[in-house]
């Protein structure tokens, strides 16, 4: 009996520091408005417990979190721990996995920490994410634990978020990336006009571009006024927990892109980075002189601090290399990093007009792409493929990529065999440990596109957006293989919630484990994952205005129970349903001498309903206005069918019938009619409109707008089978205004001042 006396007393032993163990952190984090100042104007902002970014949350595995948020604001919000494996009502993602959090109340948050490793959290609100709603995550690992590496999980530790700062309100930014604004591209210098192609020698290579369709070739569509590293500009990083850091220190990194839509490269004045997790999953240390993150991935690193009394600069640049934040590690004097320098954008549209096929889609030519191995951006690197003006010192790189381009193996686009320079990419990452899923498991294999519009700012998967698209069923206990394939013009970062996943990349067992994957264009990659959760999880693109736009989907497990946090799932789905279908208005009009004229237009995904309106002051004493009604078809969405109603009146001219180019007399001048159409996007950005009214009348007509003559001058026409034309020109002032000269066949002349929204 004593023997078993002795067994009870360990086990409850067991039990009791069992229990203890699982100490509960809690947290509590106060949402407010706030105002700030990044850049000499005051803004609105959000701050939790009066800071941006939101405090950094630390925790260690075993853990209990207990996190009580308050709203404090006039709208609704939401918490979401990004990375995190967790019950799916505490995921974050209003209407799918809780209501959102009204404002006044308290919402608490209380998951076990079943997981180590560097992670962020941010709303999942609306864009509040870009104005502050951000913060790091970190799950330290316990030194008892068997992965524990000694060298890296042990040095001093700092986290470290990135973010952008804009002055612009970003339900504006939304808007006008819908409408195809093109005031950001003014902002950093990349319109890739026409005055510029030709003064660049790349005349040729602007037409082709213009002929598939394209708009200027882009690596980030939001204009950023400050680039923010905990949220500074500028910060010095001098001592680590009250331990002044002298040369020769090692500092571990865990940084977070916080960003709302960029990508950042970071490079290091101090020498290599050694790149030790990503996702907070450790990888194998591997040493680069540079790497991207991509918005919302993390990466923890060593850096070295290499010499005393000097303090190296470590900098974050966006990928387009407009703007730029710095951290200086060490004491002393500051030792710079050399910024990247500007992108050789019209290289970059050679490269695209190459993979661009005549019906949208892209065109790999044979190259087998995945895991940001072959980056085709290569072609606009200075550091890489060499200054463009230097033609002669860069011979013998032209000479080497010629020589690869005939072997079609694309290797002309690896920047780590084009140079010294090693960038890091997603096949170097290597898990310490086997991370294989259950072998008796049964899989099931989804494939995804990517897909999307710059033009209309469409953004999707498989040609459907959230609101569009069927939940993706999964069943408990299977093995779930992703294979994405990215056919749009821009890179995305997909990111899947409450899960990681194996990214299949040559390493077999030892496949790193993530949960954030960009996908470059014309790349594929896989994916697999055991599918060992309950409830919905969300799978987006993480550039939050993709995101807003529709681009993810939701995996829902199979025979799952109701989740108490969603009393009216209907109602629920109705609410994240209308993220994607909001439409966007705009509005402009031009007051000119010989009259007024302007469109006003609301759109979304699919729909447009606009009107144009024209006043003439002189020969055509009168007014008009087309009204129509139309849904965008197809993947490019070139083709759109619509309903009209057309109203004029003219003082003028009255009874006096003219006839169009095939004779149809045109009682055009007291008029009201309805009619049916489509409208078309030709090759060079033309549309094309075919209208036939009521009457049996038809008209006919081609324009352009916006064609880029130089960075602030933009070209239009307009021609029909009425015999009506207009050519115009608009010199763009400011994001908002800007000076119109045209010439109407039915308005004469005339100069103004045109607004738009
Ligand atoms: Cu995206």
Redesign the pocket.
């Known amino acids: 009996m004593k023997n078993n006396k002795i067994i009870c007393s360990i086990l409850l032993l067991f039990i009791t520091s069992k229990l203890t163990a699982q100490k509960v952190v809690r947290y509590d984090l106060y949402v407010k408005d706030t105002i700030v100042n990044f850049t000499g104007k005051e803004k609105r902002a959000i701050a939790v417990n009066g800071q941006i970014p939101m405090p950094t949350l630390i925790f260690t595995e075993g853990d209990i979190a207990e996190i009580h948020v308050y709203n404090q604001l006039k709208e609704t919000t939401s918490l979401h721990w990004h990375g995190l494996f967790l019950p799916n009502k505490e995921d974050g993602v209003p209407n799918l996995t809780q209501m959102p959090i009204e404002p006044n109340t308290t919402h608490i948050y209380r998951f076990p920490i079943i997981q180590n490793g560097t992670h962020w959290y941010h709303s999942h609100s609306g864009l509040q994410e870009q104005i502050g709603m951000y913060g790091n995550f970190v799950m330290l690992k316990k030194e008892s634990d068997p992965t524990f590496r000694k060298g890296i999980d042990d040095l001093p530790t700092v986290p470290i978020i990135l973010s952008e700062w804009t002055n612009l309100k970003p339900e504006n930014i939304h808007r006008m990336l819908h409408n195809a604004n093109d005031w950001a591209a003014i902002k950093k210098n990349a319109v890739q006009s026409y005055a510029e192609a030709i003064k660049a020698g790349y005349f040729k290579t602007k037409l082709t571009n213009e002929w598939k369709r394209m708009l200027a070739m882009d690596v980030s569509d939001v204009y950023y006024d400050k680039i923010l590293i905990n949220g500074n500009q500028s910060t010095d990083l001098k001592s680590i927990e009250n331990q002044t850091l002298k040369g020769g220190d090692k500092v571990r990194l865990r940084i977070s892109n916080g960003g709302a839509s960029s990508y950042f490269w970071l490079t290091y004045a101090g020498g290599k980075i050694t790149v030790v997790a990503s996702d907070g999953n450790d990888v194998e240390p591997t040493e680069v002189d540079r790497l991207i993150i991509a918005v919302s991935e993390t990466f923890d690193i060593v850096v070295t601090i290499p010499a005393e009394n000097t303090a190296f600069e470590f900098l974050a640049t966006t990928e387009d290399r407009t703007k730029s934040a710095s951290l200086f590690i060490g004491n002393g004097i500051k030792q710079l990093q050399s910024p990247l320098s500007k992108l050789k954008y019209f290289e970059g549209m050679k490269m695209m007009n190459d993979m661009m096929k005549m019906n949208g889609d892209l065109d790999d030519m044979g190259m087998q792409m995945s895991l940001n191995q072959m980056d085709m951006n290569v072609v606009m690197y200075p550091e890489i493929t060499g200054d463009v003006k230097k033609k002669n010192a860069n011979k013998k790189k032209e000479l080497k990529i010629e020589n690869e381009h005939s072997n079609h193996s694309g290797t002309k686009y690896n920047s780590n065999t084009l140079s010294d320079i090693v960038t890091l990419n997603y096949a170097m990452l290597k898990s310490p440990n086997k991370t294989n899923l259950p072998e008796d498991s049964s899989v099931k294999e989804l494939r995804f596109t990517l897909t999307g519009n710059m033009n209309r700012y469409v ?1 999707s998967l498989d040609n459907k957006v959230v609101s569009e698209a069927d939940k993706i069923l999964i069943k408990r206990g299977e093995n779930v293989k992703l294979v994405l394939y990215n056919n749009s013009m ?1 890179r ?1 970062p997909m990111h899947l919630h409450g899960h990681d996943f194996r990214v299949l990349n040559g390493h077999d067992d030892y496949a790193p484990l993530k949960n954030i994957i960009d996908i470059m264009p014309m790349e594929t990659d896989t994916l697999e994952f055991n599918a060992n959760a309950e409830g919905d999880w969300f799978f987006h ?1 993480h ?1 939050l205005y ?1 995101m807003m736009s529709g ?1 993810g989907r939701v995996f829902t497990y199979e025979n799952q129970p109701p989740n108490p946090l969603i009393p009216n799932p209907k109602l629920a789905q109705r609410k994240l349903f209308a993220d994607d279908r909001k439409f966007h208005f705009m509005a402009e009009n031009d007051f000119a001498i010989n009259g007024n004229d302007g469109l006003a237009m609301f759109q979304n995904t699919r729909w447009s309903i606009g009107t144009e309106w024209r006043l003439g002051y002189n020969d055509m004493h009168g007014y008009e206005t087309e009204t129509h009604l139309g849904r965008y078809i197809g993947k490019m969405q070139w083709l759109m069918p619509f309903i009209g109603f057309d109203w004029r009146y003219r003082k003028t001219g009255m009874d006096d019938p003219e006839s169009n180019l095939y004779g149809q007399t045109n009682k055009k001048d007291n008029r009201s009619a309805v009619s049916l159409g489509f409208m078309y996007t030709l090759p060079m950005l033309v549309l094309f409109q075919a209208e036939v009214y009521h009457d049996g009348i038809v008209r006919l007509s081609l324009m352009r707008e916006d064609i880029p003559i130089s960075k602030r001058i933009r070209a239009g026409f307009m021609l029909d089978t009425d015999k009506e034309y207009m050519v115009e020109l608009l010199y763009i002032i400011n994001k908002n205004m800007g000076i119109r000269t045209h010439y109407d066949s039915d308005m004469g002349f005339g100069i103004g001042l045109s607004l738009n929204y």
């Open positions: 953004w821009m995305h693109c550039i993709h681009m």
